[in-house]
């Protein structure tokens, strides 16, 4: 058995805007919950307090950001965190004071908590050393 759209429509009269914008929705939030690589990863869920720029290791530092395809292991060999089946560096940053500059590393698919957690080393240095 099959319902014609148009007629089901009809059917329920006045509530089919309703009904649909509903139907819609659902359908939208059940397309971003089903597609995983546009959801970040859960890390740094927590609020900081950025240091005073007196504190800072580089106060109006020059970034740069290299978005790579070995991405992981480069951070692993900058880090010194090995690459393993349940663990991998996820971004990286290294910096040089004298030249004012700092360098944020990602693979090629990353979350906006990675780039901030780095970016944040771009000021403050190795704030979880």
């Excluded at 007629?7 to 139907?23: D, E, N, T, V, Y």
């Excluded at 939208?28 to 900081?48: G, K, N, S, W, Y």
């Excluded at 290299?66 to 965190?81: F, K, N, Q, S």
């Excluded at 991998?88 to 990675?114: D, H, L, Q, S």
Aim: net charge positive; charged share 20%; hydrophobic share 40%.
């Amino acid at each position: 058995m099959s319902i014609c759209p148009i007629s089901f429509l009809h059917s329920i009269g006045s509530r089919a805007p309703k009904l649909l914008f509903l139907l819609l929705s659902l359908l939208l939030l059940t397309a971003c919950e089903t597609i995983p690589t546009m959801r970040p990863p859960q890390v740094d869920m927590v609020r900081f307090a950025p240091v005073a720029d007196t504190k800072r290791i580089l106060n109006d530092p020059k970034i740069k950001y290299l978005v790579r395809t070995d991405g992981y292991e480069y951070c692993a060999r900058i880090t010194g965190i090995p690459v393993t089946p349940t663990s991998r560096p996820m971004a990286c940053a290294f910096w040089n004071v004298r030249r004012k500059e700092c360098t944020i590393v990602t693979p090629m698919t990353t979350g906006f908590n990675y780039l901030g957690h780095e970016l944040r080393h771009c000021f403050e240095g190795a704030f979880h050393d």
